[in-house]
């Protein structure tokens, strides 16, 4: 059974800054910590854990990690920016939530 779209709240908080991400990572990777305790209090995922990585290309999963409710609301978020959808027609996109909710943005350019 699929999990009801429990994230889509909390990525649309930081949608603003996650474009922004994208757009300068086109430089160099950008990071930014997020607040575990917004997950937290979303999700029980103790077992599981809340780290992620995933790859964009042209607004689609190159891994399979889109089974969880954590990332398919996250590239539900990513796909509404007009924005965001442009960067990913010429650029490749990983995106990388870790252990310490430090979420890193990196950029290749699509050839």
């Known amino acids: 059974m699929q999990e009801s779209n429990n994230y889509i709240y909390l ?4 949608k603003t800054k996650i474009v922004i991400m994208m757009k300068e990572a086109v ?11 917004e997950f937290t209090e979303i999700g029980d995922r103790k077992d599981s854990g809340y ?3 995933l790859k964009l290309k042209d ?7 889109n089974s969880t409710a954590l990332v398919r609301d996250l590239v539900y978020i990513i796909k509404e920016s ?3 959808k ?17 979420l890193h943005i990196n950029c290749q350019k699509i050839e």
Do not use: C, I
């Open 27 to 37: 430089v160099e990777q950008q990071s930014y910590s997020l607040s575990k305790h």
């Open 51 to 53: 780290e992620f990585n």
């Open 86 to 102: 442009e960067l990913m027609k010429s650029n490749y996109y990983t995106l990388v939530l870790d252990k310490k909710f430090d």
């Open 82 to 84: 007009a924005a965001a």
């Open 11 to 14: 990525w649309r908080k930081y």
């Open 59 to 65: 607004g689609k999963l190159f891994n399979s990690v």
